[in-house]
């Protein structure tokens, strides 16, 4: 049993194309090339006899239920997404799916994607639309000022460019 958690707030619909194509292939990877050997293993292991103190078999049925348990949560949350295709009327906002060169106080540069939280990758660019700074973002044009609350304090970026599609 796990521990207790209250509700959250629940994660964002909106996925891209790319981050789509993503995760369904991890599911069908779990589903087609993961799942059936070590189903076949688990079955081997069951007939050798005596479960209980059967490793293989009880490694391989902990295995399965984390393969279980991931195709589970991909399933559900591919069936809830809305698949953000195509730019919105107005590019020249902040929306979702954005490309978006900031510049900090010291002139340093940065560029981020808003992309859906299950597609985030801070090192690569791709922060969560459900992020305090794609909150921040959101709507707003080149020249905008953006203020962000980090652990450091507020933090005042300025927006240089927005674009959608390839960086």
């Known amino acids: 049993m796990g521990r207790w958690r209250p509700k ?21 990877r779990l ?7 070590i189903t076949k293993s688990v079955q081997e292991a069951a007939a050798q006899g005596d479960r209980s103190e059967n490793a293989e078999y009880i490694y391989g049925k902990k295995q399965l239920r984390e393969i279980d ?3 589970r949560f991909l399933s ?19 929306f979702f799916g ?17 992309v859906g939280p299950d597609e985030a990758e801070g090192s690569a660019g791709l922060i969560s639309i459900d992020a305090p ?26 927006i240089n460019r927005i674009w959608y599609g390839r960086p």
Request: one cysteine or more; charged letters at 40%.
């Open 98 to 114: 954005a490309w978006v060169e900031l510049e900090d106080d010291d002139g340093k540069l940065e560029t981020y994607r808003l």
């Open 133 to 158: 700074l794609a909150r921040a973002l959101l709507g707003k044009r080149v020249d905008d000022e953006a203020w962000v609350r980090t652990p450091a304090g507020e933090r005042c970026l300025y």
């Open 8 to 28: 959250g707030k629940p994660a964002s619909k909106y996925i891209t194309p790319e981050g789509y194509r993503r995760l369904n292939e991890e599911l069908q």
């Open 76 to 94: 559900k949350r591919l069936d809830g997404m809305t698949v953000v295709d195509r730019p919105p009327e107005n590019p020249e906002k902040v």
């Open 31 to 37: 589903w087609k090339e993961e799942r059936p050997p």
């Open 69 to 71: 348990r991931r195709i």
